[in-house]
C-alpha cells in the first residue's frame, strides 16, 4: 500500500491565482481531512469528510474548498491565493469504524507571493 | 480553549540515554490520544495510538502512557539513538470534535541525540 500521497511536493503561487492539492489515499478509509502546518500555530484542521459526497469545514476552512467524488481521493483547491495560505499542507485519512489511528500524507509545502 | 502542550520544546541528549517526553491536555473528554514523529521537511509518521479506555501502548524501543485523571500523556523512548532526532507531536481528539474527529495538536518536542 502507498498510504496517503499528496501532489504537489512543492509549489509557488501569485496571489490571485488558483490550485488544487491533490491527495489521494488506498487504504479504503472514509475519513479523509486537510490540515495546514504553520509556525507557532501549530496543525489546523481546515476540512474533513466522512465519505464520497460529504463534506464538512474544520477550524480555518475559509479560501479552501474540497469535494468528495470518491473514497479515495479528497482534493483541496485554493479560489484565489494570498500570501497567509503560506503553510505545510498535510491530508489524512482514518478508518470510520472506531476512534482509530489518522495516517498523514508527505504534505506540500506552498508558498504564495 | 482545548489546548496540548508539550514540554520541553527542545530535549538534546547523549545516545543511549532512556529518555521522556511530556504532553498534557486541558480536557479528559478524549476519544484518543496520537504521538507522532515528523522529521524536518517531511510528514508525520504515527508512533502509537491511545484509546480512552487503554492506559499504555508499546511498540519496540517507545512506550506511552495515558492519564486522563491528570491530563497527561508522556512517551518513553529506551535507549536512544542518532536515528531518533526528530520533533516529537502529541495530538489528542476531544469528544467535543464529533464527527470532525479533529486532531488537537501540541507544538511538539524537538529531540537531538548527541552519538
Known amino acids: 500500500n502507498a498510504g496517503v500521497t499528496q501532489t504537489p511536493k512543492f509549489q509557488v503561487l501569485k496571489t490571485g491565482q488558483s490550485m488544487t492539492l491533490q491527495c489521494a489515499q488506498d487504504m479504503n478509509h472514509e475519513y479523509m481531512s486537510w490540515y495546514r502546518q504553520d509556525p507557532g500555530m501549530g496543525l489546523r484542521l481546515i476540512h474533513y469528510?466522512?465519505?464520497?459526497?460529504?463534506?464538512d469545514q474544520g477550524e480555518v476552512p475559509n479560501g479552501y474548498n474540497v469535494s468528495r467524488s470518491t473514497t479515495e481521493d479528497f482534493p483541496l483547491r485554493l479560489l484565489s491565493a494570498a500570501p497567509s495560505q503560506t503553510s505545510v499542507y498535510f491530508c489524512?485519512?482514518?478508518?470510520?469504524?472506531?476512534?482509530?489511528?489518522?495516517?498523514f500524507g508527505p504534505g506540500t509545502r506552498l508558498t504564495v507571493l | 480553549k482545548q489546548e496540548v502542550t508539550q514540554i520541553p520544546a527542545a530535549l538534546s541528549v547523549p545516545e543511549g540515554e532512556n529518555l521522556v517526553l511530556n504532553c498534557s491536555f486541558t480536557d479528559s473528554a478524549i476519544y484518543n490520544l496520537q504521538w507522532f514523529r515528523q522529521d524536518p521537511g517531511k510528514g508525520l509518521t504515527s508512533l502509537l495510538l491511545?484509546?480512552?479506555?487503554?492506559r499504555e501502548q508499546t511498540s519496540g524501543r517507545l512506550n506511552a502512557s495515558l492519564d486522563k485523571s491528570s491530563g497527561r500523556s508522556t512517551l518513553y523512548i529506551a535507549a536512544s539513538q542518532p536515528g531518533d532526532s526528530a520533533t516529537y507531536l502529541c495530538a489528542v481528539m476531544y469528544r467535543s470534535s464529533g464527527s470532525a474527529r479533529q486532531l488537537t495538536f501540541g507544538s511538539g518536542t524537538q529531540l537531538t541525540v548527541l552519538p
Open positions: 491511545i484509546q480512552s479506555s487503554q
Open positions: 469528510s466522512v465519505g464520497a459526497g460529504i463534506t
Open positions: 489524512a485519512s482514518s478508518s470510520l469504524s472506531s476512534y482509530n489511528e489518522q495516517f
